[in-house]
T-cell receptor
Framework: DAKTTQPTSMDCAEGRAANLPCNHSTISGNEYVYWYRQIHSQGPQYIIHGLKNNETNEMASLIITEDRKSSTLILPHATLRDTAVYYCIPLPPFLSNTGKLIFGQGTTLQVKP | AAGVIQSPRHLIKEKRETATLKCYPIPRHDTVYWYQQGPGQDPQFLISFYEKMQSDKGSIPDRFSAQQFSDYHSELNMSSLELGDSALYFC?????????????FGQGTRLTVV
């Protein structure tokens, strides 16, 4: 399984963009990059995933570098409700993997008024 | 939209007792995952089921067992409870395909062993 490195914590002002980086230099060619977040003591919540192209959905954007060794999750207009622990998780396609998520350290994002 | 339902939400048990946690996946989801999250820890994968068969196993103690039933709901059975079993237990479900789809998590069961 690919190892990831994320900052332990980050602050962001409300209304500004939050950019959360993740290094996954050992990621395999067929592994997707998934992002989940966990608001205090709630169940983790899926945000977005991608393989090599940038992705955008209603929650966030995902920028993956061309060499796929790192990615950045962007929350375009952070709100207080975005305060959470954010996890970057490489995951092989289903046929190579059962879909289990390995949660690493994650980044605690604190959005401040 | 229907979400993953876990019951009970809170459970208090004494040492050496048994506990059963239930998980009802999203309709038409065929895979269920169980995770344990101790205080201040990240969620740890315990076990998963696909189409009622165990598909993967993580750091699940031998005192714990689980199964997925014909209606796809799953139960986690925990025996000889220890103080260290106090944690949040999350269930997640997903619909499998030729590539991974996202897993949806329930709100968890908070187990306290006293």
């Amino acid at each position: 399984d690919a190892k990831t490195t994320q900052p332990t914590s980050m602050d962001c002002a409300e209304g500004r963009a939050a950019n959360l980086p993740c290094n996954h230099s050992t990621i395999s060619g067929n592994e997707y990059v998934y992002w989940y977040r966990q608001i205090h003591s709630q169940g983790p919540q899926y945000i977005i995933h991608g393989l090599k192209n940038n992705e955008t959905n209603e929650m966030a954007s995902l920028i993956i570098t061309e060499d796929r060794k790192s990615s950045t999750l962007i929350l375009p207009h952070a709100t207080l409700r975005d305060t959470a622990v954010y996890y970057c998780i490489p995951l092989p396609p289903f046929l190579s993997n059962t879909g289990k998520l390995i949660f690493g350290q994650g980044t605690t994002l604190q959005v401040k008024p | 939209a229907a979400g993953v339902i876990q019951s009970p939400r809170h459970l208090i048990k004494e040492k050496r007792e048994t506990a059963t946690l239930k998980c009802y996946p999203i309709p038409r989801h065929d895979t269920v995952y169980w995770y344990q999250q101790g205080p201040g820890q990240d969620p740890q994968f315990l076990i998963s089921f696909y189409e009622k068969m165990q598909s993967d196993k993580g750091s699940i103690p031998d005192r714990f067992s689980a199964q997925q039933f014909s209606d796809y709901h799953s139960e986690l059975n925990m025996s000889s409870l220890e103080l260290g079993d106090s944690a949040l237990y999350f269930c997640a479900s997903s619909a499998t395909g030729d590539q991974n789809t996202e897993a949806f998590f329930g709100q968890g069961t908070r187990l306290t062993v006293v």
